[in-house]
């Protein structure tokens, strides 16, 4: 389920591939762009609660998104994330990985294959032992519940390295998940922002209660005046900072503050929090696009708290 601005701008591909430095770096100051933008009066539009619609809904809008965008070159693989979060692929010892809102597969895949190939290195000049094979468990779930499609990896991949159950993120359907204390890292990649904030803090809580005490969430989404947000016209505004597209999907803005204090209220301890702001080019209409982006890491503390 991941946000779907991401390969395209403007429905058109980008033509550059982009690297886990664009990804990073602060190319600007994310306080001059609030200074242009809250002139325009974006945040001051009236909401349109007509187009605010449950969470069955949101599941349905998710599974006719993955019908039509089945294409394996939608989606560009995330690379930049085995940069971004080390934790993932600097190991010593077996991990078990939940991806929640897998999608089509762009993070998981990357950080499969960086293991993959890390692992073959070391092996050269000297035997890989049985104990360092297999140390990577990933696991997938998604508010869609259309099937990894067929060319995303082949059917042994699919059977034996990732477990993909549909979750249905919305509580009034009492669905839960049920490895309770049994990962040592969630990553959440675009995924936070596509569901309605009402619902958000039980999808934290579920989170909390599958990580292991000293377990890490992993979190990148949009951010407060991405230049995605600047492109919703004011009838698609259907909450506060929160849009939903042409598709029936929903895109919501972070900021560091509402972030955090959505972790903390869950029984996080906060690492990491703060806006990367990228400016990409976009050279065949000579213009500059600015990218607004939360990083993000939250951990699980040990002791008494991290059981509840």
Same mark, same amino acid.
């Given at each position: ?61 998710? &599974? ?68 360092? &094979? ?22 042994? =991949? ?118 990367? =702001? ?31």
């Amino acid at each position: 389920m991941p946000g779907h601005e991401e390969p395209y701008v403007d429905g058109e591909q980008s033509k550059q591939p982009i690297t886990a430095r664009q990804y990073f770096y602060q190319d600007f100051c994310w306080e001059d762009l609030r200074d242009i933008v809250q002139p325009q009066g974006m945040e001051d539009q009236p909401i349109n609660l007509g187009g605010l619609c449950g969470g069955d809904h949101n599941v349905r809008a998710w &599974d006719k998104f993955h019908q039509v965008h089945a294409k394996h070159d939608f989606f560009k693989e995330r690379r930049y994330l085995v940069k971004e979060f080390p934790d993932l692929v600097t190991f010593d010892r077996a991990l078990n990985v939940l991806e929640i809102g897998c999608g089509t597969g762009s993070t998981v895949l990357p950080i499969l294959r960086d293991f993959v190939l890390r692992k073959a290195c070391k092996s050269v000049g000297s035997a890989m032992t049985a104990d360092e &094979d297999g140390r990577f468990f990933p696991f997938v779930c998604d508010i869609s519940s259309e099937k990894l499609p067929g060319w995303l990896c082949c059917s042994s =991949c699919i059977d034996s390295s990732c477990h993909r159950p549909k979750y249905d993120f919305y509580p009034e359907n009492g669905n839960q998940f049920h490895c309770v204390n049994g990962m040592d890292i969630v990553t959440m990649i675009f995924t936070l922002s596509a569901i309605p904030p009402q619902y958000m803090h039980h999808v934290v809580k579920e989170c909390f209660s599958v990580l292991k005490p000293g377990g890490s969430i992993l979190f990148r989404d949009y951010g407060l005046y991405d230049m995605t947000m600047q492109r919703f016209s004011a009838r698609q505004k259907v909450g506060e900072r929160l849009y939903q597209r042409c598709d029936g999907t929903y895109s919501y803005f972070f900021t560091p503050d509402v972030l955090s204090s959505l972790f903390k209220d869950a029984g996080f301890v906060e690492e990491e929090n703060h806006f990367c =702001c990228v400016e990409l080019k976009n050279h065949q209409k000579q213009i500059a696009m600015k990218r607004v982006w939360i990083h993000a890491k939250f951990v699980k503390p040990d002791g008494p708290a991290a059981h509840t």
